[in-house]
């Protein structure tokens, strides 16, 4: 038996693992103990890897769409068709009308790949991940006033916090790990408060619960400003040495009174008062958040708010302080590291001549795209006007993107769509052209966790049938469309190696230095082994100062009596995201077979629904029926369903509505009707 080093490939949190592999196949999954986030402990996801690795359901070969049905057809044909029809719809309407997914599950050298082929090969910016239902406002929010969009800190000195408040995320069902460093942070006596919509098992876990009204954080964190700047508890050092803009944020403060944020809120001024003075007299406090505050449609503004409040308290730069968003994926750092995003090159290169040119000169091209592409929202919106092909890579937006219905309309209007997958997903049975991928254990390359940590994995099984590396697939189709020089990599490594010259951030890494637990960017000439905490001195360049934003809040749209519920949408221990992989595992699928939505007691009297019966919920969008559940974790006029399930699909009931700058879709805020069947 051979043993392997790896990373779990479903969380943001990087796990470290170690594979045990038997004639080519894993057998069995443990976790690495000297590792130095797991320490030797996964979560029950992580312990049923080799179940979804191993499931008799992974695609084996390329597959084309015939008479209604998918055929078994050979790659050389394969790879003929899709540079045919690529080249074809390219020629005809042009560059723009293609669009990419790239995937937040694929390495951080197949992400470079997938951007390379789609501005170099077909010359778009058209190319975007999940991460646009996830951490964008994060990415545009973060960079814009602390010119970084990461996790500030570190998952090991969050246990060194004396404070810390948790926003809209519930880590201890979907970062587990990542949470039990958290909890850490008791034992030396430090607090943590859960501010949620939903009674959480994090909220069970923690100290302090502030059950909030919906898309109304913007309004708790002025609240808690406010109080702050009445306790004289703001450090005047830091915001006179280290920000600017503190002007514009006092005079943003003045539109809020308090009685105004407890109505918006739905939280007491004495509660209020107590989180912001654990927060601002705690020595070290860290602010952690997730899709609570990010899948908004102020997504963006809710971010900048809680960046103030870490500036008006100086909490940056130390351990166990910082602004810490817990990015998702196990990979979605990385594709936006790397360049997946529409609007920047790898590196987060904006949109310049200059930068444009340095990477035809890198890249040996000419007429590289320099006008901002679609993100994956707009892509959607954009057909079949403006996109008529798409190349969905590692992604199962048949599930995952809002209003499903119109969704499925809109792909059924493409002239040409390619989906590569490591299973026949939703999204994949409406394709032209499928493609099998090789999954994390049967290839080589780098994850980038959500503490920035660069990690290798190693190439340890046989592929899944006549599947290849993600990396491979893009290089055969590049060549077969004439730009064999530009993808000529024989190895992962060699894509690195190009990869590094064009993101300073990883510009000193090499394989040989990630060696078992990686290496946490910037690693650059200033810092060879890596940094564990941004911002101990400047915010950028040497003199950068970090930039308060005013706090402005606009309620979500309006509450309509017709649709009197709000729905919001939360995952579940055992299953992951769309669910292709964790319900090919039978102990996660027994433990969770089916999605149930929580309603109140009060509520389910009213509406005389008996626990476990069958409801019907109507958005302007469309309908599911699903089995209730009543329960205290959510109030009166609330309800909450898992996102996992194809058999009851919410996004149904999710509409179009984005935030106006990252363009994230407003899956936490959505208005229903419920009826008893
Ligand atoms: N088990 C498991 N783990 C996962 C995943 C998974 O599918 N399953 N997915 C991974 C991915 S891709 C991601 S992005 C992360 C997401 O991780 P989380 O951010 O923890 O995910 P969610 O459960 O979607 O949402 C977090 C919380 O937001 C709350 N919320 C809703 N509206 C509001 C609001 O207006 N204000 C506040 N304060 N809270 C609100 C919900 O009640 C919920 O508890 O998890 C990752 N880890
Ligand atoms: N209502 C509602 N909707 C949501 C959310 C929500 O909270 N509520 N959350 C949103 C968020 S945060 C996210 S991140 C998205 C997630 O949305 P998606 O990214 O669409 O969901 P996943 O199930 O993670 O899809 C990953 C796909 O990659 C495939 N895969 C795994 N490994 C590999 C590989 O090595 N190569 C290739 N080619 N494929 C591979 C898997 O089989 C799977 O089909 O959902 C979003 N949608
Ligand atoms: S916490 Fe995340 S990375 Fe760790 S084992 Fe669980 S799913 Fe995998
Ligand atoms: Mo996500």
């Not at 990477?359 to 901002?372: H, M, N, S």
């Not at 394989?511 to 905490?533: A, E």
Request: aromatic share 8%.
């Amino acid at each position: 038996m051979k043993k392997v080093f790896s990373v779990c490939p479903y969380c943001g949190v990087g796990c470290g693992i170690e594979l045990q592999v038997q004639n080519g196949k894993v057998i069995k999954v443990l976790p690495q103990k000297d590792h130095p986030i797991n320490k030797g402990r996964l979560c029950i996801k992580g312990l049923t890897l080799e179940k979804f690795i191993n499931s008799p359901e992974r695609l084996k070969h390329p597959l084309i769409r015939k008479d209604e049905q998918l055929k078994k057809i050979s790659w050389d044909k394969a790879i003929n068709k899709i540079a045919k029809e690529f080249t074809r719809i390219r020629d005809t309407y042009g560059k723009n009308s293609i669009g990419f997914f790239a995937s937040t599950k694929c390495t951080n050298e197949e992400n470079y790949l997938i951007q390379k082929f789609a501005r170099v090969v077909i010359g778009t910016n058209n190319i975007d991940s999940a991460s646009r239902l996830c951490h964008a406002p994060t990415i545009s929010g973060l960079y814009e006033i602390l010119g970084r969009s990461a996790m500030t800190n570190s998952y090991e000195d969050l246990a060194q916090a004396d404070c810390i408040i948790i926003f809209g995320d519930n880590p201890a069902i979907t970062q587990p790990i990542g949470f039990e460093k958290m909890l850490e942070c008791k034992k030396h006596g430090g607090k943590i408060v859960t501010i949620d919509v939903r009674k959480t098992e994090t909220a069970d876990k923690t100290d302090n619960f502030i059950q909030i009204n919906p898309n109304t954080d913007i309004v708790f964190v002025a609240g808690l400003a406010k109080t702050i700047i009445e306790e004289k508890l703001e450090d005047k050092n830091f915001i006179k040495n280290r920000t600017r803009g503190y002007k514009e944020f006092l005079k943003s403060l003045e539109k809020f009174d308090f009685e105004k944020i407890s109505r918006i809120a739905g939280v007491k001024k004495e509660k209020i008062k107590e989180v912001a003075l654990l927060y601002a007299k705690a020595e070290k406090s860290a602010i952690v958040f997730g899709m609570g505050i990010t899948q908004c449609q102020n997504g963006m503004e809710n971010v900048l708010a809680l960046a103030d409040l870490a500036l008006l308290t100086g909490n940056f730069g130390r351990e166990g302080t910082g602004v810490n968003p817990l990015r998702g994926c196990n990979n979605v750092q990385g594709a936006c590291d790397v360049g997946c995003l529409p609007n920047v090159y790898p590196g987060y290169s904006s949109l310049t001549e200059e930068n444009i040119k340095k990477f035809g000169r890198i890249w040996e091209v000419k007429d590289l795209p320099i006008a901002k592409g679609l993100t994956e929202t707009e892509i959607i919106e954009a057909i079949p006007e403006r996109i008529l092909g798409l190349y969905v890579i590692g992604q199962n937006p048949l599930l995952s993107l809002p209003n499903l219905n119109r969704v499925e309309k809109n792909f059924e209007n493409l002239e040409f769509l390619v989906v590569q997958d490591i299973f026949l997903t939703e999204t994949a049975k409406l394709a032209n052209i499928v493609l099998p991928a090789a999954c994390f254990t049967e290839k080589t390359g780098t994850f980038t966790s959500s503490e920035r940590r660069v990690q290798l994995i190693r190439r340890a099984a046989n592929a899944s049938g006549e599947a290849l590396e993600d990396w491979q697939i893009i290089k055969l189709l590049a060549e077969k469309m004439e730009f064999k020089d530009q993808f000529d990599f024989n190895s992962a490594e060699e894509i690195f190696k190009e990869m590094k010259k064009v993101i300073p951030q990883y510009s000193a890494i090499t394989y040989k230095k990630l060696g078992k637990q990686g290496i946490q960017w910037p690693c650059d000439k200033k810092h060879p082994q890596g940094k564990k905490i941004l911002f101990d001195k400047d915010f950028g360049p040497p003199g950068t100062k970090a930039i308060f934003y005013p706090i402005s809040w606009v309620g979500p749209e309006t509450l309509n009596h017709v649709y009197p519920f709000t729905l919001i949408s939360h995952r579940v221990l055992e299953h992951y995201n769309t669910g292709t992989m964790t319900r090919k595992v039978d102990l996660l699928n027994r433990s969770k077979p089916e999605a149930l939505v929580e309603i109140s007691k009060e509520d389910a009297e009213s509406l005389k629904i008996k626990n476990g019966e069958k409801v019907k919920i109507l958005s302007p969008f469309g309908e599911v029926v699903i089995k209730s559940k009543i329960s205290n974790r959510v109030k009166k006029g609330i309800i909450a369903v898992p996102n996992h399930y194809t058999e009851t699909r919410v996004n149904k009931l999710t509409g179009s509505t984005l935030d106006p700058v990252s363009k994230i879709p407003a899956f936490k805020y959505c208005r229903v009707i419920i009826e008893k069947i």
